[in-house]
């Protein structure tokens, strides 16, 4: 069957692709629900939410680890072969021991996830002071409260670790479906 260019255009406009989707708001909602379900599961067992956010890593560095060694070997020359050799030899080493030890794996994600909540809080309030007056509260306000995040994760550390990702990760799954949920009420009408 050959294909036309015509069959790779996507929607003309805004407007056409949300009549597309119209149609389909019950499953925006349904997935929405679902991604809210799991992250309300996700929050009442943080432990084991944490330990399955560092498994998941661990696995995309065993699978990247291992992607890089393969362009590594199709690679042209030495010095490009060596460099994607030994890049993908770190992050399977990484991912392993992510694997093998999971409970320091997450007590080194919790701190990096402290210090990137302290930096950006941090440039977010000096971008704040930047902006001109109207919205410069806001994101002032936005940095303080990433950069008090951040201080409390650090000052908690290594104590937290088991319940920081995991509850950053219900977190997040309860407002990712809230807004599928919401998009998919605001088609139907």
Known sequence: MSRTPRDF?????????????RSRWGW????GALCVLFGVLALGLVEASSLAVVFL????????????ILLGFNSRD??????????GLFYLVFGAFALARPEVAAAVLTAVVGVGF?????????????????PKAF????????????????AGWPGNTMIILGTLFGVD???YGSSWIALGLRLRR
């Open 28 to 31: 925006l909602v349904a997935y």
């Open 57 to 68: 890593i661990a696995l995309m560095l065993v699978v990247a680890g291992g992607a890089e």
């Open 118 to 134: 302290l930096v950006a809080g941090l440039a977010r309030i000096w971008l704040g002071f930047m902006l001109p007056a109207g």
């Open 173 to 175: 799954l309860v407002f």
């Open 139 to 154: 994101v002032v306000l936005a940095g303080a409260v990433t950069t008090l995040l951040g201080v409390l994760i650090l």
């Open 78 to 87: 030495w010095p490009s072969f060596f460099l994607w050799l030994i890049s």
């Open 9 to 21: 255009e996507g929607p003309h406009s805004l407007g056409r692709a949300v009549e597309k989707l």
